[in-house]
């Protein structure tokens, strides 16, 4: 019986994926440890009560999360993002503050699929407990920006603030609870205006105050507007300029207020004009960790999501090395331990003819094909063909390490 396919949602990686992926998770790691952060691979299973507790990441995780029970009949989950099993992972730890961590894994959430969406994929994670200034919001950015420049693709992080949109909220509805309302304009721009009007109308908001609501949201000037000064607005200020500085690109976006209900002040999100969706995110979840580990600090990370970046930027096959062949007669099998001992990856061509051994190196990234036939033997040389340039060179054994590593 043949393999069925994949459930929907759900992909293999290939050669080209997992070459960018790799790369990427070499330049993240890079970045997070100059800034002295330190990894840790926490569980991809967890209790599914502490995956749903309260501050953990509301009713609209709770539908996407993966369930399953154990022969031992407990309840168990996939984690939906590394955000919480690193809270766990701490509040079982004996780490000292400030904690820095940064994590790369697979993670699973059971909602709609579309093009860099799906139900298991990879986040690049970082995070620090312990740092209530803004000095931890400007390092996260800043090892986000560092990691999407590399990539050389434009992107844009739009900022927000939950204590200024908290404000925004309650001075023009009234409500001192905003987190409905907030799940509710997050979903400004997948849905559309007149779908979030009706319904914030049932969530018992006025039509005249959801649209004194939006109208407020949809201007960039609200941040100057007095009637909202306090803290939410200053911090947004003071990032914004510390930002500047380091020419980290943001700009101020009043509808931002991402779905999360543990998010307490700064919150982001990355665009890239090659993608539609946001590539990244994160902001400051102070009260959460009190919550789940029963010990009151602040804290603050954010993460890129690999699947977005795959759909966004160009890939490329990994780049080979040398392709040995020899016409079948085995006497350069020698020569391929050689090459990698001096670091230069090879291997041995099986194939019966010069044309197919070319046409395989040429499909699968060569740099180069080392050759010998009967008269490269008589003369006790080799040619060397260049696949970047397509020009043979003729050399003799000691020259083959020296030309190929230069």
Do not use: W
């Not at 509301?58 to 099993?85: A, C, H, M, N």
């Not at 160009?314 to 050689?338: A, C, M, N, W």
């Amino acid at each position: 019986m043949p393999f069925k396919k994949l459930p929907h949602g759900l992909q293999d990686y290939g050669f080209k994926e997992t070459f960018f992926l790799k790369n990427l998770e070499a330049n993240f790691r890079r970045q997070c440890i100059l800034a002295n952060y330190a990894e840790i691979d926490s569980s991809t299973l967890d209790y599914y009560d502490n995956l749903t507790l309260k501050y953990a990441g509301g009713e609209e995780i709770v539908k996407e999360l993966y369930s399953l029970k154990d022969q031992g009949d407990r309840k168990l989950g996939l984690r939906f993002d590394l955000t919480i099993p690193t809270a766990r992972f701490f509040s079982e730890s004996q780490y000292s503050l400030p904690f820095k961590r940064f994590q790369v894994g697979k993670v699973y959430r059971d909602g709609p699929v579309k093009k860099g969406r799906l139900r298991e994929f990879y986040q690049f994670d970082v995070d620090v407990y312990g740092i209530s200034g803004l000095s931890a919001e400007l390092e996260i950015l800043s090892i986000l920006s560092k990691v999407l420049e590399e990539l050389k693709i434009d992107f844009i992080i739009k900022i927000n603030h939950r204590k200024f949109l908290d404000l925004v909220i309650t001075k023009i509805t009234g409500l001192k609870e905003t987190e409905e309302i907030l799940l509710t304009l997050d979903k400004l721009e997948k849905q559309g205006k007149e779908k979030v009007i009706e319904e914030l109308l049932r969530k018992n908001i006025t039509k005249k105050n959801a649209m004194a609501l939006l109208d407020l949201l949809s201007d960039k000037k609200v941040l100057t507007d007095k009637r909202f000064k306090g803290e939410g607005s200053e911090e947004l200020n003071e990032l914004i300029k510390l930002c500047k500085n380091q020419k980290i690109p943001v700009v101020f976006l009043p509808t931002l207020s991402r779905g999360l209900n543990y998010y307490s002040g700064i919150i982001f999100e990355i665009y890239s004009s090659n993608f539609d969706s946001s590539i990244g995110s994160g902001g400051r979840y102070d009260g959460m960790l009190k919550n789940l580990c029963g010990r009151d600090f602040p804290a603050v990370g954010g993460s890129i999501g690999a699947t977005a970046l795959l759909s966004a930027c160009e890939l490329i096959d990994p780049k080979k090395g040398v392709l040995v062949f020899d016409f079948g007669t085995k006497r350069l099998i020698s020569q391929i331990y050689k090459l990698k001992d001096a670091g230069i990856p090879a291997d041995y061509s099986n194939h019966s003819s010069i044309s197919k051994a070319l046409d395989y190196a040429n499909k699968n990234n060569y740099s180069y094909v080392l050759i010998q036939g009967d008269k490269d033997l008589e003369k006790k040389v080799f040619t060397l063909k260049n696949l970047s340039t397509g020009k043979d060179q003729t050399i003799n054994e000691k020259e083959i390490i020296k030309v190929i590593l230069t």
